[in-house]
T-cell receptor, first 111, second 116 residues
Framework: SQQGEEDPQALSIQEGENATMNCSYK?????LQWYRQNSGRGLVHLIL?????REKHSGRLRVTLDTSKKSSSLLITASRAADTASYFC???????????FGTGTRLQVFP | NAGVTQTPKFQVLKTGQSMTLQCAQD?????MSWYRQDPGMGLRLIHY???????DQGEVPNGYNVSRSTTEDFPLRLLSAAPSQTSVYFC???????????????FGPGTRLTVL
């Protein structure tokens, strides 16, 4: 079974709105990473948050991590049509060198 | 830098055939991995390597072999292709993080494989 699960599975919003995606995982981690995948393309790394960090920002992206709840959220502010993509969280469980991906959230941003 | 390259981009096989998917990186990354992505799903780890001469199994290793004779190359071999192996295959590479584990993964463009 996969380490991470994203919620919601799909999200549709208008340009200018904020988009929030959540990720839950099962075991203790070293770090958690978020990726974007445009349709039919490879994955692009967005942001990495370490297990001892609680919040991280990068441009319009804000990631939070709650290790007590084993969950993370990705917030995209002021969404644009170009943000339309699938978003995945991925974790390195502690004690392993395996990067395990979640199931992903499909985000559609309408102009 | 070319980053992570994968060949071929597309491949059609018949059941029972074997083939090798090529992956190369020019960033001197120690860590390399192979994933498969089925339609509408996330990525599942097939095999990974933390350095030349070292490989290990991921979540779905059956039917696949890997080797890592150099830092740059990490080929994935399908031993006897089956329709269930129809998927998009991604290779990725990374480097160690100071806090342990590994940093961001750099992904190749993928190989779209169909097994008839």
């Amino acid at each position: 079974s996969q380490q991470g699960e994203e919620d919601p599975q799909a999200l549709s919003i208008q340009e200018g709105e904020n988009a929030t995606m959540n990720c839950s995982y099962k075991t203790s981690i070293n770090n958690l990473q978020w990726y974007r995948q445009n349709s039919g393309r490879g994955l692009v790394h967005l942001i990495l948050i370490r297990s001892n960090e609680r919040e991280k920002h990068s441009g319009r992206l804000r990631v939070t991590l709650d290790t007590s709840k084993k969950s993370s959220s990705l917030l995209i502010t002021a969404s644009r049509a170009a943000d339309t993509a699938s978003y995945f969280c991925a974790t390195f469980p502690k004690g392993t060198d395996k990067l395990i991906f979640g199931t992903g959230t499909r985000l559609q941003v309408f102009p | 830098n070319a980053g992570v390259t994968q060949t071929p981009k597309f491949q059609v096989l018949k059941t029972g055939q074997s083939m090798t998917l090529q992956c190369a990186q020019d960033m001197n990354h120690e860590y390399m991995s192979w994933y498969r992505q089925d339609p509408g799903m996330g990525l599942r780890l097939i095999h990974y390597s933390v350095g030349a001469g070292i490989t290990d199994q991921g979540e779905v290793p059956n039917g696949y072999n890997v080797s890592r004779s150099t830092t740059e190359d990490f080929p994935l071999r399908l031993l006897s292709a089956a329709p269930s192996q129809t998927s998009v295959y991604f290779c990725a590479s990374s480097y160690p993080a100071t806090s342990g584990s590994y940093n961001e993964q750099f992904f190749g463009p993928g190989t779209r494989l169909t097994v008839l």
